[in-house]
């Protein structure tokens, strides 16, 4: 009923356009009454953008009760992934909320906002894992804001797919190549180095140690 | 009179709220008459977001007319200079400003919005740039965000305090951290590999290359 619902507000929003659409019209079309209408959804709006706020809360909780001890960027990533999945569990609506929201500045105005409010805590959680750290309040805006960035891209594709695209398999892909790029890139050695100011980046090959070793050799001499 | 119509407006909505406030109320404050605030501002909500457009339009400008040979994402940092520019041209307005916003959810929901025009400015920039590249799209619209998060940290920083920050110094900062960490990590090495799947880092360092060997092989063998 929900979904049934939300789809015939979006059509008739697409058809008529979101303003001139009334709540009595929507419940008509999924042939309901009003009540029925108010019982699943708050507003007009809310059937727009179903489940945020709930699924925020949950957000918050999951992000709260992650192990300490987990890389934070990935926890990020599986986050992400509960708010992928309250897309991929209703394409057809998510579908048709994506062409709505092209069309309408309105709606589109009212999603990044509720993408902020993920953003933000993602943030906030991030400035918690990297408290102490010297620009750890920087790292963790950059860091949330291209996890975000990274859930947006791969839902943006999925949605250009019409739903055929493995979203979740891409959406890890893409916080795993953000996390990466943003991991605190010190190794051991140059926590331990003494006074070397010694910078070795995260490497991750099969080839043999003796082999990355000469290509490292060339690398060096050659940007020096 | 742009600026003075400006701070009235502000404190009104501050005192009064943004609703209850009108426009003769503000002119009134203001000491001018009706028709003076519509010559500089289109609306009521234009007096809290001054400029944008015509600031998008520059940057829009800015990036069309970028060296084609310069590192991407420092062309964004000196395009988020400009932006940063129009807050820090009016501190006293700023600062009221992120007071407003941080009280009226409809003001942030509307700012959140105009940064989210800049953001989606800088990931076309950015896909025409890497353009071809396999993940382009991605590395495109995550490296905007990193930006705009960047950006936006170093405002906030600023009019936390209280405009004494050099803003445009640490957003400098913010930005090459952030080209630093996105930076295409594979070297030439890697690019002409022969199927070996090296991934080497950066290496930033002033210690003699022997050195820095000994100590990548040390690293490398604690990594296995």
């Given at each position: 009923m929900r979904s049934a619902l939300a789809l015939a507000?979006?059509?008739l929003f697409a058809e008529q356009g979101f303003e001139a659409t009334t709540v009595d019209q929507i419940a008509d079309a999924a042939g309901v009454g009003r009540r029925t209408f108010f019982r699943y959804f708050r507003s007009k709006e809310d059937v727009v953008f179903p489940g945020h706020d709930e699924r925020l809360a949950e957000v918050v909780e999951r992000l709260a009760g992650a192990d300490p001890a987990a890389d934070p960027l990935l926890v990020l990533g599986s986050?992400?992934?509960v708010v992928l999945e309250m897309y991929?569990?209703?394409?057809?609506v998510s579908l048709k909320r994506f062409e709505l929201t092209r069309e309408v500045p309105a709606l589109r105005d009212k999603e990044i906002a509720s993408i902020d409010r993920?953003?933000?805590v993602f943030a906030r959680y991030l400035r918690q894992?990297?408290?102490g750290e010297p620009g750890g309040d920087l790292r963790a805006a950059v860091a949330a804001a291209a996890v975000v960035a990274a859930h947006n891209h791969v839902l943006r594709q999925w949605l250009k797919s019409g739903g055929a695209l493995d979203a979740k398999r891409s959406l890890r892909e893409a916080v795993e190549h953000v996390a990466d790029a943003l991991a605190d890139r010190r190794s051991a050695v140059e926590r331990n180095g003494e006074g070397e100011n010694v910078v070795v980046g995260v490497v991750r090959t099969t080839a043999p140690t003796g082999v990355v070793l000469k290509q490292l050799e060339d690398a060096l001499r050659e940007l020096r």
């Open positions: 507000a979006l059509e986050t992400a992934e991929l569990a209703e394409p057809e993920y953003q933000r894992r990297f408290a």
